[in-house]
């Protein structure tokens, strides 16, 4: 039997893609290994948010060509959307993927074994008439939530990313399609679904439908308990949007909002397309909607031309709305972007420094938002054992996605359960 190994860098769409492939491949008769050992195809499901990413990319390509030189070596996704030339001349790389191609992953595999020579299987993602891929999945890696890509590509051009030229423009899957997946895995016995995808809340602005009505759709699936939402941007929180998820009880009272600064100058140099205020407002509709959401954020530090009096700008927002938990990013320079080429860039020991004391006050935050549910009975997804100082546990997630652990023999994997929170 043929052997494959999968490798997978960056987000939770990438990640779902990478199943969807070892899927194919199992399904065409694969045996899959782990990365590290022997195997007849390597297949490194690849990232370019940043340029650390490509060479993370780079050196997992060559690592495979190292561990078996007579594999089948396959290169896909970001990385070679955004560098396909440097890509293609790379001699350790056999065969070329890009986005929106990865269903063909397949017939480039039997097309190589013929021929004997390099496949590229890129297109021309940025020229408006690509449609959605569909993949599907009968199972995750996870064994309690599934993660479920229901859309790809971006159209917000933000200075500091490349993902638009990446990913292309948003194509987004049809309910009836989403709806068929999530009914096989709450078959396979998954109670959670994460909607996932590289711009969610432009869902539906390709073909009419939209997120709020996916979701109202997806509730009515038997065996799906939970539905919790991925990163969101601000301008989808409406009063309407708000109320009608809290008639909904499967979902999460989890939200992802995107910040990225809590200086209006800063996000107007990221081409964010609201203002701190107008973030404010969103946060105020969900907290007068539900009884306590868990609102959490990514934030990036240094980004150019950052002024003290801007990063104090941010500090002082964050404190004002009160995250759950903040993700901090160092801005990194990505070649291609107009970010890259700004003036005033920022040096890395000051990102450092603001970073430390951005991740300080996040810290204090969470402890305030999960103190909330002391004393109080929460429902948990449990997930897995682990072991706290010689004793076994259980740990899970309640719905905004607070971990709890309790002690127990029990094997309590994939049970919703009420316990007293302490």
């Known amino acids: 039997m043929k052997k494959a190994a999968l490798h997978n860098l960056g987000c939770k769409v990438n990640a779902y893609e990478t199943e969807a492939m070892q899927q194919m491949l199992e399904e065409a008769g694969y045996e899959i290994v782990p990365f590290h050992e022997k195997a007849d195809i390597y297949i490194v499901n690849t990232c370019s948010v940043t340029n650390i990413a490509d060479r ?39 065969i070329l993927i890009g986005n929106n191609r990865k269903k063909d992953l397949l017939r ?51 200075s500091y990313c490349i993902i638009p030229y990446a990913r292309g423009r948003v194509r987004s899957r049809q309910i009836r399609d989403v709806e068929a997946e999530a009914r096989e895995l709450a078959e396979g016995g998954y109670q959670e679904i994460v909607l996932t995808g590289i711009h969610l809340s432009s869902y539906g602005l390709d073909h009419g439908e939209s997120l709020l009505e996916l979701i109202q759709r997806l509730h009515e699936i038997p065996g799906i308990h939970r539905i919790r939402l991925g990163s969101l941007e601000p301008g989808i929180i409406t009063e309407t949007f708000a109320r009608e998820l809290s008639k909904l009880p499967k979902v999460c009272p989890h939200f992802h909002l995107s910040l990225q600064s809590g200086s209006a100058s800063v996000l107007k140099r990221m081409n964010r397309r609201y203002t701190p205020e107008e973030y404010r407002e969103k946060c105020e509709i969900i907290r007068k909607v539900f009884e306590h959401p868990a609102i959490t954020t990514d934030i990036i530090v240094g980004f150019p031309g950052e002024t003290e009096e801007e990063f104090e700008e941010t500090m002082a927002f964050v404190q004002d709305i009160h995250f759950y938990e903040i993700h901090v990013f160092k801005y990194s320079k990505r070649q291609g972007t107009k970010a890259a080429v700004m003036p005033d860039q920022v040096p890395e020991k000051v990102k450092n420094e603001r970073s430390a004391r951005l991740m300080e006050a996040a810290e204090e935050m969470k402890n305030e938002f999960i103190s909330w549910y002391h004393g109080k009975k929460v429902s948990v997804l449990f997930e ?3 072991e706290i100082d010689g ?32």
Not at 109 to 125: A, K, L, S, T, W
Not at 128 to 145: F, M
Not at 404 to 415: A, C, F, M, Q, R
């Open 56 to 94: 993370k990319s780079r050196q997992m390509l060559h690592r495979a060509k190292k561990l078996n030189p007579d594999s089948i070596v396959i290169a896909a996704g970001c990385y070679v959307q955004t560098s396909g030339e440097k890509a293609a001349q790379d001699d350790r790389i056999d």
């Open 108 to 158: 480039l595999i039997r097309e190589y074994q013929q021929q004997h020579r390099v496949q590229d299987g890129c297109i021309d993602i940025n020229d408006g008439k690509q449609e959605y891929e569909e993949l599907h999945l009968k199972r995750t890696g996870e064994h309690t939530r599934a993660f479920l890509k229901v859309q790809d590509g971006c159209n917000q051009f933000c």
């Open 384 to 386: 897995e054992g682990e």
């Open 391 to 422: 004793i076994r546990h259980m740990k899970g997630f309640t719905p905004e996605y607070v971990k709890v652990s309790i002690p127990t023999e029990e094997n309590l994997e994939n049970k919703i359960m009420e316990v007293e929170f302490s």
